[in-house]
Nanobody, 117 residues
Framework: VRLVESGGGLVQAGGSLRLSCVVS????????MGWYRQAPGKQRELVAA????????NYARSMKGRVTLDRDNAKNTIYLQMNRLKPEDTAVYYC???????????WGQGTQVTVSS
């Protein structure tokens, strides 16, 4: 399984970005996908996740109301729309896919998001 992110960049506070993650390979056993982020000196944290079956979503409290995660099954792509960005949202954002019991997980290479004040 290969995950390729795009859409990161530099944006001013209050601005928006849309991240994309294209998934390829053997995806049948993937139970959920999502976005994590890691800021310098901090642990990686979940931003948003979506189940591949029912499409249920889960959002980090710090970003709830400012992000929307959706998917295009025909394109094997998930998207993270981020609005009203804050400088504290600056981080490397990673796309990930995992099995039902986290018996496996896959990661993209990450995309940098920088929010200037």
């Amino acid at each position: 399984v290969r995950l390729v992110e795009s859409g990161g960049g530099l944006v001013q506070a209050g601005g928006s970005l849309r991240l994309s993650c294209v998934v390829s390979g053997s995806t049948l056993s993937i139970a959920a996908m999502g976005w994590y982020r890691q800021a310098p000196g901090k642990q990686r944290e979940l931003v948003a996740a979506i189940t591949t079956g029912g499409g249920s979503t889960n959002y980090a409290r710090s970003m709830k109301g400012r992000v929307t995660l959706d998917r295009d099954n025909a394109k094997n792509t998930i998207y993270l729309q981020m609005n009203r960005l804050k400088p504290e949202d600056t981080a490397v954002y990673y796309c990930s896919a995992w099995g039902l019991g986290r018996e496996f997980d896959y990661w993209g290479q990450g995309t940098q998001v920088t929010v200037s004040s």
